[in-house]
Structures are given as structure tokens and as C-alpha cells.
């Protein structure tokens, strides 16, 4: 994929409105690409996840919003968590908050913005080895059953594990809308990592495939933005496939893809 950097905010940030009240911030010039998600009420708003951590995001969501922000960490991974540096008032899952609290180094960062994952430059003033996440001290704990009222808008947290065992998602109830964070998205999805757990991701999608009937569309951290809510049922099912057996399609992200379409599932080698 091609971006023109021209058009991104900062040199680094895309940023795309999709309905009133929700704003997707992705950072195309990276491999992963990430997804943060703006979320606002009338009162508030909500900063699902904040990136790898180049670049001013607190600047930029400033820009975007007047109200006051809270940050809700998905989960624990370096390329959801790197601009929390910028916001004040921030909540994760318990099981994150150890990692959050050690911070990601200067070596494994550079390691993440090495050239080969990227397709431009960095940001102006980004040094790529010393790009670490600092450690956090002060962060509140959300937890599955929770309700972050938005004013006029209510987020539910879901437990979502089985890419990771702390993931959460985030569902929009009267407008229809899940955010499917790491859990469900139109890409491979990662379930080959060391805290991945497959069982455990099908009992999460299956779970997750109840909501279907009440969503109008999905909003993911990763991959195709949006997605129709109808592709959680082919995760299900593909899932349930790769755990019988299935045969893999071909190596990817130091896992073996098993392709499925508009998604793929990447599950751990074999130890050899
Ligand atoms: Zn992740």
C-alpha cells in the first residue's frame, strides 16, 4: 500500500471521521497499522488504544476534540499503548497494567520501527532508538460489565482473550457498533504469540457471534476498516476448523496463516 504522507496529519497520522462521533486515528506508514479509535458523547470521550507512540497524538486529538478524554487501554501489546504518554487519565484491563507499569525499551522499540516496517519516514524528531514506552504509574483498572457512560452514548467492556488473555473489546449498543480491538478483524488474526490461546479464542468468538444480530458494523484495531458484523460468524467457524486440524496455507508473523478470504488465522508452529 501506498500513502501519500502529504495527506497524513503530522506526516504519520490518517485520520478518518466515520460516523458522527467516532474517529479512527491509523498510523498507514507502519506495518501494522494500528487503529486508536476517538469515541464521543456529549460529555466525554473515550481514546480506545493509542498506537506505537511516534508522533504528537495528544496534539492531534486536541484537535479533534474539546471534551475531556479518557484512555482505555485494550491490551498490552507496544503497538496499542505508545502514546499514553500524552494523556492523563488512563484505564486498562488488570492484566495489563504490570506491563504498563514496566514500559516497553529503548532496544525492543527499535527493534518494532525498524525500516523494513515501514513504507516512509517517522515523524519529525522521532529518534527510532530511543522510541521506548515509558513506564506508567498511575493507571485505573476497567474490567469486563463495566459501562463508560459517554453522556448520550455507553460503551460496555466485553472480555474478549484468547489473542491475548487481558483483551478487551468495546460495544456501542444502541448505535450498533463493536469495537473489535485485537479480537476480530479483517486481516491474520494473531493467535500464534506466546499469551495466544486458541481454545480460548474460539470460546471468545463464539461469544462475540451472539452480539451479530444487534450490530450494524465493526470498527477493528487492525486490517479492513470497517467490517461487516457477519464475518465474526465465519471467524467462529474458521476458528473451530484450525482447532480440528486443518492444514495451514503458508508460513507468516513466525506462525503458519491459514487463509480464510477477507481474513486469515495465524496460529503457533509446531515445536520442532
Ligand atoms: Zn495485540
Redesign the pocket.
Known sequence: MTTESGTLWGGWFSVARLEPGVTMIGEPLHSEDPKSFLVEGSDRAVLIDTGIGVGDLGHLVRELTRLPVTVVVS?A?W??VGGNRHFADIRAPAGAQAALREGWSDERMARALDPRELSGTLPTGTDPDHAGIPPLSDVGTIAAGDRIDLGGRTLEVIAAPG??PELIVLLDRANGILFGT?AVYAAGL?AQMDVSDLDVYLATLTALATLVPDLRIVYSSHGTVPFEPGLILAMRDAMAEVIAGRPADREEAGGLRHDFGAFGIIVPKPAS
Request: charged letters at 25%; proline letters at 0%.
Open positions: 491490551h501489546h503497538d496499542h489473542h491475548c485485537d494473531y
